[in-house]
């Protein structure tokens, strides 16, 4: 069966991709996510009260039963602060489990932390073992907690700019899900299924992707992972918002053609 692709689109005017074509929505939650913002959680270092979780659940439907949590706040600077972040995921695990123990919960780009640098390294070099080590930190405590491994596996080049890292793209990817893979075996629970986060974009919003490259992460996603979930859609850019859709633009195109029987992806 073909793998799942998921997404997290933010367009105005987007089409209901899961009538159409199955691909399942996943509600990427934030600490001030809602409209206005669920109450209790003011301090971005800190952890929610149970207002905000109380709040949060009740506002989320997951139509697949999974959510992606994003809380880029906390510090990974050190071994001590790595291993006080993890526990706070442990934390938000069991209070959102213990008021949906039906949801799926995945994690933006932890445990396995996007580096471009080091994961085009030899896995014996200081780079790559620093980097493993630091992910190790994270991992050994909040991977057993993790339903849904979600790494961002946005890519930063274009061939404009710097046509000689377009040669690591493969591998970057590779490295990442690799140690996806490893980290969901050595710490976490093999039923986990590993979903990427990628966008089209380069990961500074300036302009689109090659087109080959682009291509590219697609298929080497769909390769290596259990599947994947298209972002993008809001301008990040000043005047920031979301993106019209555009049933022809290049980047749908090249996911359209992955899904003309309309795949499941429960």
Same mark, same amino acid.
């Given at each position: 069966?073909?793998?799942?692709?998921?997404?997290?689109?933010?367009?105005?005017?987007?089409?209901?991709?899961?009538?159409?074509?199955?691909?399942?929505? *996943?509600?990427?939650?934030?600490?001030?996510?809602?409209?206005?913002?669920?109450?209790?959680?003011?301090? =971005?270092?800190?952890? =929610?009260?149970?207002?905000?979780?109380? /709040?949060?659940?009740?506002?989320?439907?997951?139509?697949?039963?999974?959510?992606?949590?994003?809380?880029?706040?906390?510090?990974?600077?050190?071994?001590?602060?790595?291993?006080?972040?993890?526990?706070?995921?442990?934390?938000?695990? $069991?209070?959102?489990?213990?008021?949906?123990?039906?949801?799926? *919960?995945?994690?933006? !780009?932890?445990?396995?932390?996007?580096?471009?640098?080091?994961?085009?390294?030899?896995?014996?070099?200081?780079?790559?073992?620093?980097?493993?080590?630091?992910? $190790?930190?994270?991992?050994?405590?909040?991977?057993?907690?993790?339903?849904?491994?979600?790494?961002?596996?946005?890519?930063?080049?274009?061939?404009?700019?710097?046509?000689? $890292?377009?040669?690591?793209?493969?591998?970057?990817?590779?490295?990442?899900?690799?140690? /996806?893979?490893?980290?969901?075996?050595?710490?976490?629970?093999?039923?986990?299924?590993?979903?990427?986060?990628?966008?089209?974009?380069?990961?500074?919003?300036?302009?689109?992707?090659? !087109?080959?490259?682009?291509?590219?992460?697609?298929?080497?996603?769909?390769?290596?992972?259990?599947?994947?979930?298209?972002?993008?859609?809001?301008?990040?850019?000043?005047? !920031?918002?979301?993106?019209?859709?555009?049933?022809?633009?290049?980047?749908?195109?090249?996911?359209? /053609?992955?899904?003309?029987?309309?795949?499941?992806?429960?």
């Amino acid at each position: 069966m073909d793998k799942p692709i998921f997404h997290g689109l933010l367009h105005s005017g987007k089409p209901d991709l899961e009538a159409l074509y199955r691909v399942g929505y *996943i509600p990427m939650v934030t600490r001030t996510a809602g409209s206005p913002p669920y109450p209790g959680w003011d301090d =971005p270092l800190g952890l =929610p009260t149970g207002a905000w979780y109380d /709040a949060m659940v009740a506002a989320t439907n997951p139509p697949r039963g999974i959510i992606l949590m994003d809380h880029e706040q906390w510090p990974y600077g050190t071994q001590a602060e790595r291993q006080a972040t993890a526990g706070k995921y442990v934390i938000l695990y $069991n209070e959102i489990k213990a008021r949906r123990p039906g949801w799926k *919960i995945g994690w933006y !780009a932890d445990p396995i932390r996007r580096n471009f640098w080091a994961s085009i390294k030899d896995q014996g070099s200081v780079e790559f073992k620093a980097w493993r080590s630091e992910m $190790n930190d994270l991992a050994a405590i909040m991977a057993p907690f993790t339903d849904v491994y979600m790494p961002s596996l946005y890519f930063h080049y274009t061939r404009d700019s710097a046509p000689q $890292n377009l040669d690591w793209v493969t591998t970057y990817l590779i490295a990442h899900l690799d140690e /996806a893979k490893r980290i969901r075996r050595v710490y976490g629970r093999m039923e986990s299924p590993i979903y990427p986060y990628i966008w089209w974009r380069r990961a500074d919003d300036v302009k689109d992707l090659d !087109a080959d490259v682009w291509e590219t992460i697609v298929r080497t996603v769909l390769e290596h992972a259990d599947g994947l979930v298209l972002w993008g859609g809001f301008k990040t850019v000043a005047p !920031a918002g979301p993106l019209p859709w555009d049933e022809n633009a290049p980047w749908w195109v090249t996911i359209k /053609a992955r899904l003309t029987d309309k795949r499941r992806t429960g």
